[in-house]
Nanobody
């Protein structure tokens, strides 16, 4: 079972990026899929998640209104559209998947599968 994240890069403040995470080697249709990020010297933190149905989404407060998480169940892929990027969004972004219950949705240890991470740098 593998998660492959892509789409990171260098962008100026106010710019946009779209991250993708493709799952392979298993069935993820019943799993919550999420994005976390980790900045240098900081702990990994929750960014956004989408439930198995694709209808329910969750965000950390600092990205609400700027980021949108979605999934393509047929392609086992989750996306993170990031708009109005800020320097404080700079981090390695990781995708994750697992049979997560709602109360633990924002916890790193709730997820069974992790991608390798993709670097997002917001700088002028």
């Amino acid at each position: 079972v593998q998660l492959q994240a892509s789409g990171g890069g260098l962008v100026q403040p106010g710019g946009s990026l779209r991250l993708s995470c493709a799952a392979s080697g298993g069935t993820f249709s019943g799993y919550t899929m999420a994005w976390f990020r980790q900045a240098p010297g900081k702990e990994r933190e929750f960014v956004a998640a989408v439930r198995a149905s694709g209808g329910n989404t969750y965000y950390t407060d600092s990205v609400k209104g700027r980021f949108t998480v979605s999934r393509d169940r047929a392609k086992n892929t989750v996306f993170l559209q990031m708009n109005s990027l800020k320097p404080e969004d700079t981090a390695i972004y990781y995708c994750a998947a697992g049979p997560v219950i709602l109360s633990t949705l924002r916890r790193v240890d709730a997820y069974h599968y992790w991608g390798q991470g993709t670097q997002v740098t917001v700088s002028s």
